[in-house]
């Protein structure tokens, strides 16, 4: 099983930009796919996570009202829209999904299968 994240970049200040993780051989009940970022050194921090049986939505207080997640069922994809960037969003983007998911899930333990990561550099 793979997951494929993709979406990173280099972004200025303010700025915005989206994350994709499609989950293209995964079943889609009771699945929840999540957003973790790590910065070297660090421990890998829970972002975000969804629902893809009912859509609910889930956010780290850092990003709550600046990162909006959501999904595409038809194309079992995440999208993870981040806005007003600072370079404190720094980090390696991973996307990952838990089986037999209920309600929110942070612990990185909990999840399944993991995307490859995706870098973010949010420039000063």
């Known amino acids: 099983v793979q997951l494929q994240a993709s979406g990173g970049g280099l972004v200025q200040f303010g700025g915005s930009l989206r994350l994709s993780c499609a989950a293209p051989?995964?079943?889609?009940?009771?699945?929840?796919i999540g957003w973790f970022r790590q910065v070297p050194g660090q421990e890998r921090e829970w972002v975000s996570c969804?629902?893809?049986?009912?859509?609910?939505?889930y956010y780290a207080d850092s990003v709550k009202g600046r990162f909006a997640i959501s999904r595409d069922n038809a194309k079992k994809t995440v999208y993870m829209q981040m806005d007003s960037l600072t370079p404190g969003d720094t980090a390696v983007y991973y996307c990952?999904?838990?089986?037999?998911?209920?309600?929110?899930?942070?612990?990185?333990?909990?999840?399944?299968?993991w995307g490859q990561g995706t870098q973010l550099t949010v420039s000063s």
């Open positions: 051989d995964l079943t889609l009940e009771r699945l929840a």
């Open positions: 990952a999904a838990a089986r037999d998911a209920i309600g929110v899930i942070r612990n990185a333990g909990r999840y399944d299968y």
């Open positions: 969804i629902s893809f049986s009912d859509g609910r939505t």
